[in-house]
Nanobody, 117 residues
Framework: QVHFVESGGGLVQPGGSLRLSCKAP???????????MGWYRQAPENQRELVAT???????TYTDSVKDRFTISRDNGRRSVYLQMNNLKPEDTALYYCNTVPGSGNWGRGTQVTVSS
């Protein structure tokens, strides 16, 4: 059973930066290396949305609202995925999760990002 552990969230002022980390300690290394990964977020009263993806070949995609501000990366040896978030805006406030793409049925607890002055 895959389990993801997200960290790195916090309270930041508009224009600030955060770096989120996600580990998949129970995933077999070869499995992790062979799946596309993504960062998702869910704001209160909104549906969960896919924010960024990174393929096994490290090609990345981003939803329009975060392009040129967020950067996704992965370290297969550490079974980890990262999300560098710059120039944060209040509308980025959400609970952020990582998962495979498409998402598996196993979600971690997420990490809260709050952007407010």
């Amino acid at each position: 059973q895959v389990h993801f552990v997200e960290s790195g969230g916090g309270l930041v002022q508009p224009g600030g930066s955060l770096r989120l980390s996600c580990k998949a300690p129970r995933m077999i290394l070869s499995t992790f290396s062979g799946v596309d990964m993504g960062w998702y977020r869910q704001a209160p009263e909104n549906q969960r949305e896919l924010v960024a993806t990174i393929s096994t070949g490290r090609a990345s995609t981003y939803t329009d609202s975060v392009k040129d501000r967020f950067t996704i990366s992965r370290d297969n040896g550490r079974r980890s995925v990262y999300l560098q978030m710059n120039n944060l805006k209040p509308e980025d406030t959400a609970l952020y999760y990582c998962n495979t793409v498409p998402g598996s049925g196993n979600w971690g607890r997420g990490t809260q990002v709050t952007v407010s002055s």
